[in-house]
């Protein structure tokens, strides 16, 4: 495990809030003490003695999200959307068997949108179950993820088919609740499934009446999704980076820069933008440091790449490109000499590459342990990159990366969820798993 340094970058720490709930009785009771969230959008939260569940990337799968989050203990499996994490019962601890109440905190590490047909119910899910958790003692949080931004750019290049179609019905849909826009957010996760039976269009794509309804999809998107559009100012309200307790949350990667420049600044300057809330009339500002570049929070891939396999790969083909070498080099020497320079000059330009791979990933685990210095936490969970081998850890699991690419627009894999309990970390990969213990990461 990485040591942590006392001297570490300035964070900013915004004014401070609990969240109200019809349980404070209850968590007094129990001895716990409340949620407390620093920021808008909230970037630090104080959650002791809460369980806390990271799920992935969902790409408008919302049968995979729901199976996902029944699997973690925390969504009823009747079919009614209801949060039941305030009274799962888990082992707390592998060694024993006492199992207690469990209040918990759900975190999702953005990309929601594009790949599927079901973006806007599973957002709505999300902040029904968040409104249900406060009452019971936990919460649900969210981090925005490149497809957010790229669709308050105005980037639809990944957007379903049905995704349109669902931005087109849910403005209708809202018409019936007039200005109401809060309640009719939330209710529509009850209400998608029976519209999207009744505007279902014909299956002849090229139908005129299809065209022109992809038109209108496409147009109801940007409505909503342009800056200061309905579900941008949704989106508004969630991250970029989000800390729970000594847990660091973003979709790509956080790295040093990224701290100096000030979390709490890029969540504000991400929110403003999506808000729509600039100073002059003109286009509104990106915040690149977090939205753009191969190295901003919601791009970077540093430590989600899976480089076991990448770097086997890249060695065979460098490999390759050395043995061509060396033919064209021994084949102007004696005959005698060809085989033992072959043999030379391949293996030690083998040697040559697994020692640089070793040197980067030296580097990397050196960054990604200055980052967590820098924030006085014990690891990071990021998404972003679909993990063939599933939800796992590296670099000392300072890092755990939870994108399994459940969504049928990606991988259609099984769903797993990391589970926190206490400092302990482990992978949820079936229901049986919420009560038998796979691998256990202790930070304490």
């Not at 009785?25 to 920021?39: D, E, Q, Y």
């Not at 809460?50 to 799968?61: C, K, Q, Y």
């Not at 396999?309 to 102007?332: E, K, M, P």
Request: proline share 4%; glycine share 8%; net charge negative.
């Amino acid at each position: 495990m990485a040591s942590f340094s006392l001297n570490s970058l300035p964070v900013p720490h915004p004014p401070t809030r609990k969240l109200t709930d019809s349980s404070s009785a209850t968590l007094r009771t129990r001895g716990l003490k409340p949620i407390v969230v620093s920021g808008n959008p909230p970037t630090l939260v104080s959650a002791p003695g809460r369980r806390i569940v990271a799920v992935g990337d969902l790409h408008g799968d919302l049968a995979q999200t729901r199976l996902a989050l029944e699997m973690a203990g925390i969504l009823s499996s009747d079919g009614q959307d209801s949060w039941i994490g305030g009274e799962t019962v888990l082992p707390y601890f592998p060694e024993c068997y006492l199992c207690i109440d469990v209040f918990n905190v759900l975190v999702q590490l953005g990309d929601i949108l594009d790949r599927g047909e079901d973006e806007i119910a599973i957002l709505s899910l999300l902040r029904s179950l968040d409104i249900q958790a406060k009452a019971q003692g936990g919460a649900v949080f969210q981090v925005n993820g490149n497809h957010e931004t790229m669709n308050v750019e105005g980037d639809f290049r990944y957007v379903d088919s049905g995704g349109f179609d669902e931005c087109l019905n849910f403005l209708e849909y809202l018409e019936d609740y007039g200005g109401n826009w809060d309640e009719g957010f939330r209710k529509w996760i009850g209400s998608s499934e029976r519209w999207k039976e009744e505007q279902k269009i014909p299956q002849n794509y090229w139908d005129p009446w299809n065209l022109v309804k992809r038109q209108k999809g496409a147009i109801a998107r940007s409505i909503l999704l342009r800056p200061g559009g309905l579900l941008a100012c949704e989106l508004a309200r969630h991250a970029v980076v989000l800390q729970v307790d000594d847990w660091v949350f973003c979709h790509g990667g956080l790295l040093p820069h990224h701290v100096a420049y000030g979390i709490g600044r890029m969540n504000r300057e991400v929110s403003d933008w999506m808000r729509c809330l600039h100073e002059s009339d003109t286009t509104p500002h990106m915040p690149f440091i977090a939205t753009r570049g191969y190295d901003s929070v919601v791009w970077n891939r540093l430590f989600s790449r899976d480089t076991s396999d990448l770097d086997d790969y890249q060695v065979d083909q460098a490999s390759d490109l050395c043995l061509c070498f060396n033919i064209f080099i021994v084949s102007l020497l004696s005959l005698s000499t060809q085989e033992l320079l072959l043999l030379w000059f391949t293996s030690s330009f083998r040697l040559l590459l697994h020692f640089l791979f070793f040197l980067l990933n030296s580097m990397i685990q050196s960054i990604l342990e200055e980052t967590l210095q820098s924030l006085g936490a014990k690891a990071m969970v990021v998404g972003h990159t679909p993990q063939m081998a599933g939800v796992n850890c590296k670099y000392n699991c300072n890092i755990w990366r939870v994108d399994v690419g459940m969504s049928r627009g990606v991988l259609y894999s099984s769903p797993e969820v990391l589970e926190i309990i206490d400092n302990k970390a482990r992978v949820i990969r079936s229901k049986r798993d919420t009560y038998n213990e796979l691998r256990v990461v202790d930070y304490t």
